[in-house]
């Protein structure tokens, strides 16, 4: 389910088993100017590696730079408060494990940061898993949740009951990616 105050869509809409939209989505919309287009890229923060959670591990993450984070089964991670860069490897939050986090910016970045391109991941929450990060409250990132890379065509993936909270009213910005809800996400 979509609801907002308007949804327009500058290409197409594909709805296929019970998605809903409230109100219905309008086609053709004008192609809006990016209202972000200033952000600027998150700065290069400590190496952290990967992170791959086992079974019902439950595990604190600091901020910095992953090369990618896996959460499995019924994993949970919370993330403490700053800024969290996914480098080329994306963030997999699959069956019934949680990512949560207050006053958290997660960018998802390609292999070469903190330059532009290289490999990019995907963000992907499938199953019953989900990924509730709220935004910092001041600051650069002020009520961004979620921002990718602007050269990062990787889809945003919502697949079974997923959830993706990006906190009261956190923007979640991906501006060249597809958003792809398939079940009851």
């Known amino acids: 389910s979509i609801t907002a105050g308007s949804i327009n869509v500058r290409g ?5 088993g019970h998605s809903t939209f409230t109100p219905a ?3 053709g919309a004008p192609a809006a100017s990016d209202p972000l287009a200033t952000l600027p890229v998150p700065a290069a923060g400590a190496a952290r590696g990967s992170v791959v959670c086992a079974g ?5 993450l600091q901020p910095g730079v992953y090369d990618k984070i896996i959460a499995p089964g019924h994993c949970s991670l919370t ?3 700053g800024q969290f860069v996914l480098k080329g490897g ?13 006053e958290v910016l997660l960018y998802n970045a390609g292999r070469n940061f903190p ?3 290289g490999p990019m991941g995907k963000i992907v ?6 990924v509730e990060v709220s935004p910092a409250a001041s600051g650069t990132y002020a009520g961004v949740s979620i921002f990718q890379a602007r050269d990062n065509t990787q889809p945003i993936s919502l697949i079974g009951h997923a959830t993706l909270d990006g906190g009261g009213g956190g923007t979640i910005y991906a501006p060249r990616a597809q958003l792809t809800i398939i079940g009851r996400s």
């Open 125 to 130: 929450i499938v199953g019953s898993g989900s």
């Open 115 to 117: 330059a532009a391109g």
């Open 25 to 27: 989505p309008v086609t």
């Open 12 to 16: 197409g809409v594909l709805s296929l």
């Open 79 to 81: 993330f403490q408060p």
């Open 56 to 60: 019902n591990s439950s595990l604190p």
């Open 90 to 102: 994306g963030l997999s939050v699959t069956g019934n494990a949680s990512v949560t986090g207050a």
